[in-house]
């Protein structure tokens, strides 16, 4: 084919592929949320083999219809409620095609001078509209796991061991601490670190699941009488699991004290602090050495855009810089090159899409459809404290609410199944306190008070039905 045929080719499919687009988006609430597939269904139902000759891009389409789609879990779907609700919007999707077609490295400055300098404005103005300090250094990696990490990474570099080249190895047992409610990604960051899974300490809790400040300062005391090596604390604004706040004023205060680095995870709960009666959320994240933000979540990112913060550029930039001869430029200290601050040489253009995201909507169409989940969420919350038999286990200081029916933990398990399984909603579960508990996150740009209703009709009457 020639280039001129394929470019005709494309712009063709392309059309279509944007026309599909924009009818998918504006019809996804009529699909199921939960598609109706078992294990290696898709896999069988897509040929074994790659085509030996090309195929037409129309076919790929047709196929990505016919095949792929009966297999897909609609995250945009405006009744998901499950894990956190969130939004590929059309800015960012608009943005995805035009970073695919310049398809440029931001591993350097001079790898696409306009990807660096576009990150850096769009994650100062996302600083600007939750109200973080000014300076901080922010830049975009793929994942709050990524941004956590990196993070922590820079937290042991701030001890100024020689870890760089000698290793762990001769070092007193490094440890960091995170609550117990605190995500999964803690810990792996301490797997990957080597400090292990045993050098991440988990924090007791108190009734509002946010974690105990007392409790730190005595694991730390007790560390340190034993010869460990604390170095930083994770406290988290909008747990996982409950969407908990850890006091952080009180957190930076005992980082200060014991020379600690403070990272804040608020993946989720960042983006609460575009609201100005929300802004509280981060008091006492202005200490804090870093923090990560996943525009991913609530602020209608298409994945990935996780933006982690950090106070002392520097380090971060010392835990990663490491520059062979072919990379190395002569721009000096007038361009950041991005790959110092990160595991990752090749980076997406990914700020592309998060200033799509915040100038289509501006700070003014983000307060607004953040403020309609969070007052969804209370409505929905309202509901189940007036339901006999429902209780809600957790505040609820953002638009998740975390309840389950006082039936017990099979029950809600059974409640939970048959909503799923009707593909009308999708929620999901956690534990709290041992008891397993029912969750919805309320975050899609499309979700109305009426869809918020339907699916906890749905949960009623899936009540109704599994119970004796
Ligand atoms: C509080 C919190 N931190 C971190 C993560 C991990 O996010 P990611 O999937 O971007 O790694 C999550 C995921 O839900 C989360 O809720």
Redesign the pocket.
Known sequence: MSAANADREFELAAGRATAWVARYLESVRDRRVLPEVVPGQVRAALPAAPPEQGEPLEHLLRDFERLVLPGITHWNHPRFFA??ATTGSEPGILAELLIAALNVNAMLWRTSPAATEVEEVACDWLRQAVGLPDPIFGCIN???????LYALAAAREALDLDVRRRGLAGLPALVLYASEE??S?VEKAGIVLGVGQEGVVRVSTDAELRMDVGALERAIATDRAAGRRPFAVVA?V???STTSIDPVPAIAELCERERLWLHV?????GAAAVLPELRWVLEGCERADSL?I?P??WLFTPM?C?VLYCRREEVLRRAFSLVPDYLATTEGDEARNLMDYGVALGRRFRGLKLWFVLRAFGLQGLREVIAAHVAMARDLRSWIEAEPGFEVLAPTPFSTVVFRHRAGDEANRRIEEAVNRSGLALVSHTTVRGAYALRMAIGNLRTTPDDVRAAWDLIREAATEVLP
Do not use: E
């Not at 793929?142 to 956590?148: E, Q, V, Y």
């Not at 995870?265 to 709960?269: F, P, W």
């Open positions: 894990y956190f793929d994942t709050a796991s990524s941004s956590t605190a995500h990604s988290t909008g747990t996982t995870d608020a993946a989720y709960g990560v996943n991913h979540k990935d996780s």
